[in-house]
């Protein structure tokens, strides 16, 4: 099992910043793809960004690619994600997901059924 909480979500304004963290625990933090989805009010749950397990490879839904970071410290178990020039379409609740030893391609991690663990998700809300 690996447990996840996810923490860094808020209100902002438009064009503002947040980061976003997930704290893992449980299982080895360095054997998992770590994957950031959201779901926005009425939509359905969709992909934003991805890790490698070493750190080295990234993925990215197109939207988000120009504004937001992935990065992941094995030190502290803990994946992040840099969110700048935020937008009120951004506003939805965000998820940190993991699989133990999965392979990454961006195939792969960007697939929700990837993902065999997600956290409870934390709220952010982008203000026009």
């Known amino acids: 099992q690996v447990q996840l909480v996810e923490s860094g979500g808020g209100l902002v304004q438009a064009g503002g910043s947040l980061r976003l963290s997930c704290a893992a625990s449980?299982?080895?933090?360095?054997?998992?793809?770590m994957g950031w989805f959201r779901q926005a009010p009425g939509k359905e749950r969709e992909f934003v960004a991805a890790?490698?397990?070493?750190?080295?490879?990234?993925y990215y839904a197109d939207p988000m690619k120009a504004r937001f970071t992935i990065s992941r410290d094995n030190a502290k178990n803990t994946v992040y994600l840099q969110m700048n020039t935020l937008k009120p379409e951004d506003t939805a609740v965000y998820y940190c997901?993991?699989?133990?030893?999965?392979?990454?391609?961006?195939?792969?991690?960007?697939?929700?059924?990837?993902?065999?663990?997600w956290g409870q998700g934390t709220q952010v809300t982008v203000s026009s």
């Open positions: 997901a993991a699989n133990e030893y999965a392979s990454f391609t961006s195939y792969v991690a960007g697939r929700q059924s990837t993902y065999h663990y």
């Open positions: 449980g299982r080895t933090f360095s054997n998992c793809l």
């Open positions: 890790i490698s397990q070493s750190g080295r490879s990234t």
